[in-house]
């Protein structure tokens, strides 16, 4: 049976309209308060920016055999058992006849503190995954196949993002495909390397200038980090468990 991508490609066009709206309207509320606002907190802080793309994911899981799997967005059913802390909560979990299916973190970036929050962006991913896998070693899953682990990222076109950066190691020389790159280029090898070091099944990054609040325009850095790979892996996943389990 044929992968269903669920049309991905214009409804991640319909998500990224409403992501860049959110945010401008937040902006738009924190300067009528008068408050600065620190760094586009307001942004990060807004809420739904991201579900959109909740529901994009949503469409695939269904398409592909698991009309019936528990789909869990709310924030109360949204923690899993961590192996170093004891619960970590994603942005979508999957769980079908008692096994969890599909773990999903969404994240966005726009500037203009790029640098600080890439450094915080890649800590976290890491560090999420590796409490995951190891939660997962330990059974906190109960014995079962390993679940889907997604990571999905969309970060502001500008020219902030795509401008090359100095970095300055004091006592060693830094890898060389990170030399000179731009804070796109370095979401870009994040996600590359998460999936090669299979911390993640598939981590994609997108990349959306702000005048997407009307087009809903976006791009992707390349075949391994494409939303085209994220939604197909998820869907052969999908796929898969529902051969395995039923539907």
Known sequence: MALDLADYETKARKAVQPFWKSRAKAKRKQ????MADQGERSGVTAGKNMDG???????IVKANGLAKA??????????????YRPT???DILVLHKGELVAAIELKSQVGPSFGNNFNNRTEEAIGTAHDFWTAYREGAFGKQPRPF??????VEDA?????????????????????GASYLRRYDLLCQKLAQEQLYTTASVMTSPRTSAKTGNYATLSPMTSLTTFASSLAGHIAATAARLGK
């Open 31 to 34: 300067s009528a308060s008068g």
């Open 53 to 59: 793309f909740l529901s994009l994911i949503t469409d």
């Open 70 to 83: 528990q789909i869990h967005r709310n924030r109360a059913m949204l923690t899993l058992p961590g192996y």
């Open 88 to 90: 970590k909560l994603w």
């Open 149 to 154: 682990a997604g990571w999905l990222m969309l």
């Open 159 to 179: 020219p902030e993002s795509r401008s090359p950066v100095k970095d300055n190691s004091s006592h060693f020389d830094i890898f060389e495909e990170f030399k």
